[in-house]
């Protein structure tokens, strides 16, 4: 798939950026982790993120696997599902997948990207934890 | 501060999962019993960030401040930019937080206008998050009055990437794009482009120099976000600042009179 920002304007932004979001997906699940009765082994953690969005999957699968060294979420996998970018074009009335990086207006009848239907997600799934 | 405890728990449900077929292995046995549940989060990412800018955000409204964060590359013109907005709304009272990686170079700049300029270093971070942002407000408070503000530009880190998607309080976005990054780049580049209430085409004076096509960049941010207000501005000649300036006092008009209507409506 055709991710964006596979050129970052500072060659090393990216990674830092994906580190921060790194860094607030672990202490949102620590937290839930924290408030639990007993804590479960988090063996698996579900992200959904959309290719509308600043997120390089890739980048985000080796901040995870850095920073979860040693902590609760030692050994626990990160598993990422891609949304593709699906817009809505009105005069058509029609859903269309853009060519990120290329056009982004309906290709039939070139109306401008209005209504973005997914592609926009960045979000914490589920976890899938053992019972204790 | 996260707090999203309670609904946690109540969002977690159990399932098991389906049992591995070779229950003879007594190595496997440990994992036939081994079972596991789901909790659902469905939670953004980016949670803890906006709930932040949330909180920036109820802190402007209050004071009666609206706030722009002004976003673009290195190098696109984003502090030039302020210093002929400072030197051409002199009639609105302006604060600066200015974000730099490293230096107070660009805040030393707008500090010569006399308005007050905040500087936040973000060290490694390559964009500014509204925990920051929150701390150059609370400098803000402790130095100045804010409710005697108008206005409060945010001068993001120089990124096309990152700051479109941390968002620090702001009212309106606004992006600069200067006439030397090419045609291209908000095809490149869309969430920013796509998330700006505003683009400004900078350094048009530089355009008969190259072979840049002004109507192809518009176009080109138009397929993405069909509803930005678009200004081809030089800083250096003053061509165009004229209309940059009318929105922006347009943008703080609206705003006060929508927070007057609000504390107006029981």
């Known amino acids: ?132 | 501060m996260t707090v999203w405890n309670a609904p946690l728990s109540d969002a977690t449900h159990f399932s098991k999962r389906a049992l591995p077929a070779v229950p003879f292995l007594p190595f496997f046995v440990s994992h036939a019993m081994h079972q596991t549940f789901d909790a659902a989060l469905e939670m953004n990412l980016l949670h803890a960030n906006q709930q932040g800018a949330d909180h920036n955000r109820a802190h402007f409204d209050e004071w009666g401040i609206t706030c722009l964060n002004l976003m673009s590359s290195p190098g696109a013109g984003k502090t030039q930019l302020l210093e002929c907005t400072l030197r051409g709304l002199r009639d609105l009272k302006i604060a600066i937080i200015e974000g730099d990686m490293t230096t107070e170079l660009d805040a030393d700049r707008l500090r010569q206008y006399g308005v007050p300029v905040i500087a936040i270093n973000t060290g490694r971070s390559c964009h500014l998050d509204s925990k920051m942002v929150a701390g150059g407000i609370h400098q803000l408070q402790q130095a100045h009055r804010p409710t005697e503000l108008d206005l409060v530009v945010v001068e993001n880190v120089g990124n096309l990437v990152c700051p479109a998607e941390f968002e620090v309080g702001e009212h309106v976005k606004v992006a600069l794009l200067s006439v030397t990054e090419g045609e291209d780049k908000p095809l490149k580049y869309p969430v920013m482009f796509r998330e700006a209430d505003c683009l400004l085409i900078t350094k048009i004076d530089l355009a008969p120099y190259l072979d840049i096509d002004l109507g192809q960049i518009e176009a080109n941010v138009r397929q993405i976000n069909p509803h930005v207000a678009i200004f081809q501005v030089s800083a250096k000649t003053g061509d165009g600042l004229d209309a940059w300036f009318g929105w922006l006092r347009q943008a703080v008009a609206d705003r006060v009179s929508r927070s007057m209507a609000h504390s107006v409506t029981p």
Request: aromatic letters at 6%; hydrophobic letters at 35%; a negative charge.
């Open chain 1, 1 to 132: 798939m055709d991710r964006l920002h596979t050129a970052c304007p500072l060659p090393i932004a990216s990674p830092m950026h994906e580190t921060d979001m790194t860094k607030a997906l672990i202490g949102t699940i620590r937290d839930w982790w924290d408030s639990q009765p007993e804590q479960p082994t988090i063996e698996k953690v579900h992200l959904v993120v959309g290719t509308f969005t600043c997120v390089e999957p890739a980048s985000l699968q080796f901040a995870f696997d850095v920073q979860t060294q040693g902590t609760f979420l030692d050994g626990a996998q990160l598993v990422i599902q891609d949304i593709p970018l699906v817009a809505h074009c009105h005069t058509c009335q029609t859903d269309y997948l853009p060519e990120v990086g290329r056009q982004y207006s309906c290709p039939t009848c070139n109306s401008p990207m209005e209504d973005i239907r997914s592609g926009r997600e960045l979000k914490i799934d589920r976890l899938e934890c053992a019972a204790v």
